[in-house]
């Protein structure tokens, strides 16, 4: 996946090498220049939370067939 494709507002996970694996999140923001980026977890802890800090190469988009698209 180029990072070009993700957008704020789509659904991501993190790949499996990563700590929260598996739960789902929404982008929030993107930084313009660096690897990074904000998500806000959409289970229920996870909206009782703040905004996370992750690098956008480990995230995995969620795409409309309900499929991983892992880059």
Do not use: F, P
């Amino acid at each position: 996946m180029v990072m070009s494709d993700l957008k704020i507002g789509d659904l991501v996970t993190l790949k499996t090498y990563c700590k929260d694996s598996g739960r789902l999140a929404i982008l929030t923001g993107i930084a313009k220049n660096y690897n990074a980026c904000k998500i806000q977890w959409i289970d229920e802890k996870g909206l009782r939370e703040c905004q996370t800090a992750g690098l956008k190469t480990n995230l995995v988009k969620i795409t409309k067939d309900y499929e991983h698209k892992d880059g």
